[in-house]
């Protein structure tokens, strides 16, 4: 076969082909939404006027079940897209309106049949689709939910099984220790997850709490530690401290974090000997502890680092430390040019 | 005879050049698609709101330097000022201002001069000074007054240096930023398994958009042809091209008028070059060599979103102008970094990232400027088959147009930018019309640029002569 054949016979028609049907899809694709687009925003508002309606009502349910049947028939509802305006309006309701709305959320959720939409979705073989359920069920805090997400806790894939553990304290943040059994490392993304519904749920301390920092997960170990300090749990100080001597620089960090947070103040001899062999990041965090816990000997200890030719950053950082703890003895840098200026700098309040 | 052979010779590689260059292209589009669905399916596992909510997310720097920008920098700073982010500092760098660009901020937002401890982490131009605001309100903004540097790199290494934040958000102060966009940008360094280095997302044109105090009210499709023709060309570059690298782990530029990084690598890669002209490319360079250097895990993300508006070239001039400045800038980083072609140190920056950029970004104008004179010989002295050529060659415009369309498409499917069929259609002509009256101007450009590099003519920054934007009245 030629070229000037290839060319003529295959070649190119296929890509005139391609072209053409390219073009019409984009055009059609353009026009369809211009078609449907009125229609989409109309629905849209018919159901923000109802749902803000029905929620600012004192509807009892029976009522509240046969206003929603009927708004049912004046929507398209059995369309998906028309599932998921609602849906993300329901949502979006319960997380900007104050008070007891949580109620009437799941009742509306339920009436609409929406529960089931994200069963169906929990069941769906698309992973993604199976985090959408997760979502809509953390977001409206669900609870009658919870056992179709159970089973994701022994997935293999790493973002379904992390989306179900927080899924699963999120609705059941009593359920908190649960997450001692999670076997795979946690990234920033999770455990800000996980600060989050404990900020925002205040569950009870986790019964476990004090296996947590013997895990074998360095993750839950990091969490563990995090979790004592932001519930102020000042029965395992001593424990904590061991892992000041952990080889894993980010439970090291959780720790002198930790000891700020919760004023162990024993350990100031312990943070000042780790002080050389520390990272830079974790050497700022050191500072940033004495500062709070540290006593006659930090002074000194800073008054000599001051001396030694070290990194700037670090440097800042003790100079703020110190004038924290004692802004007269500062005062003995004051010939000293650079520290001076570093002085003036971290009196600025806003910096 | 010898040119025959020559031609023969030349035939068979571009051939081959070719056939690589359309399977390239091919893989990228799959890679792309992927990369979309990839990011979308993810949305849902962290929420933007939990996020925004959060004591726990990295702080980010918003590091906007200014030249000259009296008129617009107050309204441009109080836009930056008002993106949606709980822990982010915006830092202006006066890269010393002939205008009243300084006393315009100094006035407006009631700076005060303050006792600033500069640490030159990377070597910059004499810093002047440091400005805080006395009003609460604007405790976010800090302005950075330094000498002139006669480069974007000086003023925003000057920015680096002075911000405070572990993560560092580059613009140009004239660029509008959607509101999220510090969230979109910061959620891959807190979402990955590995370190993330840098992100970067799609830039849109703003030529002819509405725009009322430096806040974008109307996006408009652009009217010039210019414009029209840069406006494909961003859509397939960040949708399509951008994406598929990203997929790859092996994305080598991040624009300079939308990127954010880690701060600790950036510095410890040296900032940005204020030699380079274009040195966006160049410190991700940079910090890609420091990652496998130093045996570090690392991965560069990009956003298949339109997160930022920028003004781009509205004439010829200054088109040109620009892009021999890019020519220019890929060149001297090619030329600069050339010990990472085929070094395994580098990994695939050095067997993927370098010979790609080499042979489809850098060698493509060359051999079309070739194959141009060569058709040109071979129509006086040989006997070609022209009806073979001509095939071929309506063969590589139509695979170039269904490449932009598909570009297109996956755009309109995504965002629907666009506001009309009008629109669209327009776009297709802009898109049959491109490969014949706007690609040539390239092609000059960049063989321009490469005339430059080696003549080593004196490189200056060519200013962008901006037309402004539509402003809406208030009445």
């Known amino acids: ?351 | 005879m010898i040119l025959k052979n020559f031609i023969e010779y030349y035939e068979i590689f571009v051939a081959v050049f070719s056939s690589a260059y359309i399977l390239f292209y091919m893989l990228l589009a799959v890679l792309s698609y992927y990369a979309i669905k990839k990011h979308l399916n993810a949305k849902y596992f962290i929420h933007d709101d939990v996020l925004l909510k959060s004591n726990y997310i990295p702080g980010v720097s918003v590091i906007a330097p200014a030249f000259n920008e009296g008129a617009n920098v107050v309204y441009n700073v109080k836009s930056l000022l008002s993106l949606n982010y709980p822990k982010y500092e915006v830092v202006l760098v006066n890269d010393g201002s002939t205008d009243d660009t300084l006393e315009k901020l100094i006035k407006e937002f009631e700076l005060v001069k303050i006792d600033f401890f500069y640490q030159e982490k990377i070597p910059t131009k004499t810093v002047r000074g440091h400005y805080k605001s006395t009003n609460p309100v604007y405790s976010k903004l800090l302005v950075v007054d330094k000498e002139n540097g006669k480069s974007k790199a000086d003023a925003s290494n000057a920015g680096i240096n002075s911000s405070k934040h572990p993560l560092f958000l580059c613009t140009d102060v004239d660029c509008i930023l959607k509101n999220d966009t510090i969230i979109k940008l910061a959620k891959p360094f807190i979402e990955s398994k590995k370190r993330v280095i840098a992100t970067g997302a799609g830039i849109r044109i703003s030529n002819s958009c509405e725009v009322k105090e430096g806040f974008l009210v109307k996006i408009r499709f652009p009217k010039g042809w210019y414009p029209r023709f840069q406006e494909l060309e961003y859509v397939r570059a960040f949708l399509f091209g951008r994406m598929a690298w990203s997929q790859l782990n092996s994305l080598l530029l991040v624009s300079g008028g939308l990127g954010m990084f880690d701060k600790e690598i950036a510095v410890k890669a040296g900032g940005y070059w204020h030699k380079s002209l274009g040195e966006d490319m160049e410190l991700i360079t940079r910090m890609r060599k420091y990652m496998y250097d130093n045996k570090l895990d690392f991965s560069v993300k990009y956003i298949p979103e339109s997160l930022c508006w920028t003004e781009v070239p509205g004439n010829r001039e200054i088109l040109i102008r620009q892009r021999v400045r890019w020519a220019r800038g890929l060149i001297q980083t090619l030329n600069l970094h050339k010990d990472m072609f085929f070094n395994p140190k580098y990994g695939r920056t050095g067997f993927l990232i370098f010979p790609y950029f080499f042979a489809f970004e850098f060698l493509v104008p060359i051999l079309e400027a070739i194959g141009f004179i060569t058709l040109i010989i071979s129509f006086f002295y040989l006997n070609i088959n022209y009806e073979s050529f001509l095939y071929l060659t309506i063969a590589v415009y139509l695979f170039y147009l269904n490449l932009t369309i598909i570009s297109i498409l996956l755009d309109e499917i995504l965002y629907k930018h666009y506001s009309s069929v009008k629109e669209i259609l327009i776009l297709i002509m802009t898109a049959i019309i491109e490969p014949i009256f706007y690609h040539p101007i390239n092609v000059y450009a960049s063989l321009k640029g490469y005339y430059h590099f080696f003549r080593q003519k004196e490189q200056a920054w060519g200013n962008m002569q901006r037309q402004g934007f539509n402003t809406q009245n208030d009445n």
């Open chain 1, 1 to 351: 076969m030629d070229l000037t054949y290839s060319l003529t016979h295959i070649i190119l028609p296929f890509l005139g082909l391609a072209f053409l049907v390219l073009i019409v899809i984009l055009i059609l694709n353009r026009l369809l939404f211009n078609l449907r687009q009125p229609k989409i925003n109309l629905v849209k508002a018919k159901i923000d006027d109802f749902l803000t309606t029905l929620v600012f009502s004192a509807y009892e349910a029976n009522e509240l079940k046969s206003k929603i049947n009927d708004f049912k028939k004046e929507i398209p509802f059995k369309k998906k897209w028309c599932k998921k305006i609602v849906l993300n309006k329901i949502i979006f309701l319960k997380r900007n309106l104050k008070g007891d709305i949580i109620k009437t959320s799941h009742l509306i959720y339920e009436q609409f049949d929406l529960f089931n939409y994200s069963i169906s979705l929990l069941k769906s073989k698309k992973k993604y689709l199976n985090c959408l359920g997760m979502y809509h069920l953390k977001a409206l805090e669900y609870r009658k939910g919870k056992d179709y997400v159970t089973p994701f806790l022994n997935h293999k894939n790493r973002i379904l099984n992390s989306s179900a553990y927080l899924t699963v304290i999120s609705l059941e943040p009593e359920n908190l220790g649960l997450l001692y059994n999670y076997q795979k490392p946690i990234f920033l993304a999770g455990e800000i997850n996980i600060m989050n519904i404990i900020h925002q749920k205040k569950p009870p301390i986790p019964g476990n709490l004090k296996d947590w920092i013997h895990s074998t997960n360095p993750s839950i170990v990091r969490l563990g530690i995090k979790l004592m300090a932001f519930y102020n749990y000042t029965n395992e100080n001593q424990s904590i401290i061991t892992h000041l001597k952990s080889d894993d620089e980010k439970i090291r960090l959780a720790v002198i974090t930790a000891i700020r947070q919760l004023f162990i103040f024993d350990t100031e001899k312990q943070l000042i000997e780790l002080f050389d062999t520390e990272s830079k990041n974790n050497q700022l965090e050191i500072l940033k502890t004495l500062a709070v816990i540290g006593s006659k000997d930090t002074e000194e200890f800073i008054y000599n680092l001051l001396k030694k030719p070290i990194d700037s950053d670090i440097k800042l950082k003790a100079v703020k430390s110190l004038s924290k703890m004692n802004s007269n003895f500062i005062e003995n840098f004051i010939g000293n040019h650079e520290i001076s200026k570093m002085i003036q700098h971290v009196k600025i309040p806003s910096i």
